[in-house]
């Protein structure tokens, strides 16, 4: 929920990833487009941000290692 917090009050993407905590990043193959935020252990927040949008939508939660 903090890191919900977190992204509900950024005005940008670009703030997002000056917050070193969120450890943002783009991902790369099949999730190109896409960017990760680190949650706890191998749990991750995949984000994008739709065309046009200065705010990331969440796409889901997941395992990193799907395990």
Known sequence: ???IELIYRAKTV???FLISSLRLHPLRGGRRGQL???LRGRWR???SVPEGAERVR???VSN???D
């Open 45 to 47: 927040l995949i984000v």
């Open 14 to 16: 670009n703030e997002l």
């Open 58 to 60: 969440v796409d889901e």
């Open 64 to 66: 990193h290692y799907d």
């Open 36 to 38: 990760s935020i680190t």
């Open 1 to 3: 929920m903090e890191r």
